[in-house]
């Protein structure tokens, strides 16, 4: 947070300019963290599916 403060405060932008950068990072990475999201839903998927027919499940500690 202080970075982001301290950002604010010393960028070489305009308000509207600085707000429409931040808005785009903002989408960025919320649309970063939904094909996350994703992905891992999908591995989460695979692996019960693999479970209910009886396959062993290997799960990798993160």
Known sequence: MVG???AILL???SGPELQERMRTR???LIEEG???AAA???ELQAQ???FKAGTPVVVEAE
């Open 4 to 6: 982001v403060a301290a």
């Open 11 to 13: 960028a070489p932008y």
């Open 26 to 28: 903002a989408q960025g």
């Open 34 to 36: 939904r094909r996350a």
């Open 40 to 42: 891992r839903r999908a």
């Open 48 to 50: 019960l599916e693999a």
